[in-house]
């Protein structure tokens, strides 16, 4: 049975910084397109960072130059870096792999970010 457990989440200051972890049992990342995601109250889900297997990464125009998603190649976790971290709506961080060719989808269970002074 796959599965993806985020974690890092947690309270910080305007500013400040969080790493977020994505693990995984069952599955081998290398193989996948790994994504984070978050989800506000009353907001759909949006993509905030992808990167593929051979470390093309996409960004959110609103994180780009603040955030920083990395893997390794052989390995799991999958990170996602904040920095200068905003405060917006509390949202949750999502963690998803991806291989569309095998027709794959796993999410975590997510874990909460909270920016706030």
């Known amino acids: 049975q796959v599965q993806l457990v985020e974690s890092g989440g947690g309270l910080v200051q305007p500013g400040g910084s969080l790493r977020l972890s994505c693990a995984g049992s069952g599955i081998i990342f290398s193989g996948y397109v790994m994504s984070w995601y978050r989800q506000a109250p009353g907001r759909q889900r949006e993509l905030v960072a992808a990167?593929?297997?051979?470390?093309?990464?996409n960004y959110a125009d609103s994180v780009k130059g603040r955030f920083t998603i990395t893997r390794d190649a052989a390995k799991n976790p999958v990170y996602l870096q904040m920095d200068k971290l905003k405060p917006e709506a509390t949202p949750v961080y999502y963690c998803?792999?991806?291989?569309?060719?095998?027709?794959?989808?796993?999410w975590g269970q997510g874990t909460q970010v909270t920016v706030s002074s």
């Open positions: 990167i593929a297997s051979g470390g093309i990464t």
């Open positions: 998803e792999a991806t291989n569309v060719g095998w027709g794959k989808n796993y």
